[in-house]
């Protein structure tokens, strides 16, 4: 039988990195040493007090059973709690905050609880690409907003015309940003709020690296913003704050509406998050932050050292003042993101991530994860000062 796949799934844009993968393949092959430097995803481990709480937790027959899809009452309280004392946003945990199965699964939902066929999603570019493909799955179309650095990476809301904003029920957002590790003030999440209910649309806030600062730098929640838990809803997640991505838990916070909506989809294709899980949620976010600003040393030595020491052999690279990311152009003489990434895979056996994998504006550039230990990026320096790359 010919398997013939749903227009949905077609509409997905095809994987930009599989030549990538397959020259790291090849390399390994040939028995090339590869310093990886292109994943997301945090190298340190889970705390200790998280994973004994979860240890605990698992034992309890209690929570061998399903959850509820809204999530432990316990865990809502905890996030309550967290988000008044960090943010002093107050949150009902009753209605205004919903447990997730990591914030990407509530991200890739949204769209499926609000947006009806040909309704538009305002999407920045580049950007983490749920936030597309979420609405693609959905049957919306997503317009994208350009990051641009002269805007400092951060959309010209002035710019997007009549038409997409009678269209629009949808902005997403990120801030600390990935790739870009750019970061918003207050003025500009007002302006968000004011675009929003001028045009009555709803406000995806996704700030998984909250916590992930440098420099006495403290994010902001977007709901600080008077007016916010209006028009929207706020994505957090413990996967990077407390270096727990495998473990799957997020929250949404904000208008009880929008949360009630996500709510309605979860409900009918998940079953919530694992409770010892949630548990073990409950003690990072009540539990002692030591650890997690220990972790943000590390990253901030692994930062100076990447930064200053490209620059200094003719790199020109911001120093980032949150997330674990370096987003940097990368030198003339290229005609792509990915045949840069190619030539340095092959020339030193360091991946890096080409920018155009996060949308068309990403192009030119590269995204560095610092999640690699300081002896490994020295490595990684040593081969790029001598591969004559630019
Ligand atoms: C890592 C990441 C997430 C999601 O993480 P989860 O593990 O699903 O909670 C969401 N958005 C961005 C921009 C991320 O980088």
Known sequence: MKMEYANRINKVPPYLFAEIDREIEEK??????????????????????????????????????????????????????????????????????????????????????????????????????????????????????????????????????????????????????????????????REVVDFASDNELIVCHDNPYSEMTFDKYKAMSFLEVKGAKDVGVEFNSLSKTFNMTGWRIGMAVGSSEIISGLGKVKENVDSGAFQAVQAAGVEALRGPMDSVRKNMKIIEKRRDYMVESLNNAGWDINKPRATFYLWFPIPAGYNSSIEFCSQLLNKTGVVLTPGVGFGKHGEGYVRCALTQTIDRLKEAVERIKNADLR
């Open 28 to 189: 390994k092959a040939e028995g090339m040493d590869i310093i990886n430097l292109s994943v997301g995803d945090p190298d340190l481990p889970t705390p200790d007090n998280i994973i004994e709480a979860l240890n605990k937790a698992a034992r309890n027959p209690a929570n061998h059973r399903y959850p509820s899809y809204k999530g432990m009452m316990e865990f809502r309280e905890a996030v309550a709690h967290w988000y008044d004392k960090r943010f002093n946003v107050s949150l009902n945990p009753k209605n205004e905050i919903i447990t997730l199965i990591g914030s990407k699964e509530g991200i890739a939902h949204t769209p499926l609880a609000f947006l009806n066929r040909g309704d538009v999603a305002l999407v920045p570019d580049p950007s983490y690409p749920v936030y597309k493909i979420g609405t693609l799955l959905a049957g919306g179309k997503p317009v994208s907003m350009p990051l641009l650095e002269e805007n400092r990476f951060m959309p010209n809301l002035d710019e997007i015309d009549a038409e997409t904003r009678r269209k629009a029920k949808l902005m997403f957002l990120n801030y600390p940003n990935a790739p870009t590790a750019a970061t918003a003030d207050m003025d500009f999440f």
